[in-house]
């Protein structure tokens, strides 16, 4: 897959692309964005697409998921005396 910046071209393996979005749509900040704002916003910083209920939820649900795990760790993580 070729993306062309002005001059500059990049090549990507597809595996590599993917991986690459997938890490970054499954952070926190972007479930956050997700949850917090009602359009997408391209590369370019114009919104394209309406975030729907269900994606906010889904977002949401994600979140609220980490932060359980977070709190389970955190209370059986021995105390320092």
Do not use: C, D, W
């Amino acid at each position: 897959m070729n993306l062309i910046f002005g001059l500059l071209t990049i090549t990507f393996q597809k595996n590599a692309l993917s991986g690459a979005l997938r890490y970054y749509t499954s952070g926190n900040s972007y479930l956050q964005a997700t949850i917090n704002n009602s359009q997408r916003i391209n590369l370019q910083g114009e919104e394209v697409e309406e975030i729907s209920a269900e994606q906010k939820e889904y977002a949401q649900m994600l979140l609220n998921k980490r932060n359980e795990a977070y709190q389970q760790s955190s209370n059986e993580s021995p105390q320092s005396a």
